[in-house]
Nanobody, 122 residues
Framework: QVQLLESGGGSVQAGGSLRLSCATS????????MAWFRQAPGKEREGVAL???????EYADSVMGRFTISQGTDKNTIYLEMNSLKPEDTAMYYC????????????????WGQGTQVTVTS
């Protein structure tokens, strides 16, 4: 059974930083795509960043240059380093796993965590 558990969310002032973590278990395939999505109140869930088993990454334009996705040495944990946070980054952040990367498309991901809340105050 694949399980994903996010942590690291919180409240921060604009310009600040947060680091999100997602611990995964039960996914044993050598090829994978891990990603972060977010959903703000009243808005659709949107892709933020992804990383595949080859080390390739992709970012949404809105976070390019501010957010960094990475993987732990055990490859069971992914991180999202968020810098220069803005109030519009406020959202519930979810990690997700797929067998293959098809871009930041929500429907491509079959496994999801419960989310961690990020609030950025001005």
């Amino acid at each position: 059974q694949v399980q994903l558990l996010e942590s690291g969310g919180g409240s921060v002032q604009a310009g600040g930083s947060l680091r999100l973590s997602c611990a995964t278990s039960g996914y044993t395939r050598s090829h994978y795509c891990m990603a972060w999505f977010r959903q703000a109140p009243g808005k659709e869930r949107e892709g933020v960043a992804l990383l595949d088993s080859d080390g390739d990454v992709e970012y949404a334009d809105s976070v390019m240059g501010r957010f960094t996705i990475s993987q732990g040495t055990d490859k069971n944990t992914i991180y999202l380093e968020m810098n220069s946070l803005k109030p519009e980054d406020t959202a519930m952040y979810y990690c997700a796993v797929a067998m293959k990367c098809w871009g930041l498309r929500e429907r491509a991901f079959g496994y999801w965590g419960q989310g961690t809340q990020v609030t950025v105050t001005s």
